[in-house]
């Protein structure tokens, strides 16, 4: 089997004439002629190859809805961290001093206590913000890249 195959290498283009027989290689360019051996496969660990799509997570692992807490979900407890909190009118403040990373919610979206409604980096580590408390978001403050300080107002959840 021959074939012709053109590519650019250094910025110049070549056309190599490759004719395979068995394990060798016979490469034409021009008036040059170069054969080579293939090698065998090597019997270690395979390099995995790149996939056209994500694979579905398993279903031991539902996905949830960006929107929606995971069943069983709960806020995080101040000994796993710092917690935001509803202050009056229902005004949600950040925990910590961070930059807004991500908001999963906005105006007129139902939540459930436990529920994220945003993501903080602080400390070079990101920070998921429950909401304490079910109700309805009825304003964000704070938008994506926004530095907050720790206690500032980030949304109003009635």
């Given at each position: 089997?021959s074939?012709?195959?053109?590519?650019?290498?250094?910025?110049?283009?070549?056309?190599?004439?490759?004719?395979?027989a068995?394990?060798r290689?016979?490469?034409t360019?021009?008036?040059?002629?170069y054969?080579?051996?293939?090698?065998p496969e090597?019997?270690?660990p395979?390099?995995?190859?790149?996939?056209?799509?994500?694979?579905s997570p398993?279903?031991?692992f539902?996905?949830?809805?960006?929107?929606?807490?995971p069943?069983g979900?709960?806020?995080?407890t101040?000994?796993?961290?710092?917690t935001?909190?509803?202050?009056?009118?229902?005004?949600?403040h950040?925990?910590?001093?961070?930059?807004i990373?991500?908001?999963?919610v906005?105006p007129?979206?139902?939540?459930?206590q436990?529920?994220v409604v945003?993501?903080?980096?602080a400390?070079?580590m990101?920070?998921?913000?429950p909401s304490?408390a079910s109700?309805?978001?009825a304003?964000v403050?704070?938008k994506?890249?926004?530095t907050?300080n720790?206690?500032?107002?980030?949304?109003?959840?009635h």
């Open positions: 089997m074939r012709t195959i053109r590519f650019e290498w250094e910025g110049k283009v070549y056309e190599v004439g490759v004719e395979r068995g394990d290689l016979t490469l360019h021009g008036e040059k002629r054969v080579v051996t293939l090698l090597p019997s270690g395979k390099v995995p190859q790149p996939r056209a799509s994500t694979p398993p279903a031991a539902p996905q949830a809805s960006p929107l929606q807490a069943t979900a709960s806020a995080p101040s000994a796993a961290g710092p935001a909190e509803l202050g009056s009118a229902g005004a949600l950040a925990p910590m001093t961070g930059v990373k991500e908001i999963k906005g007129g979206f139902n939540v459930e436990g529920q945003l993501i903080m980096e400390m070079k990101d920070i998921d913000v304490p109700g309805v978001v304003e403050s704070v994506v890249g926004d907050v720790a206690q500032q107002k980030l949304m109003v959840i």
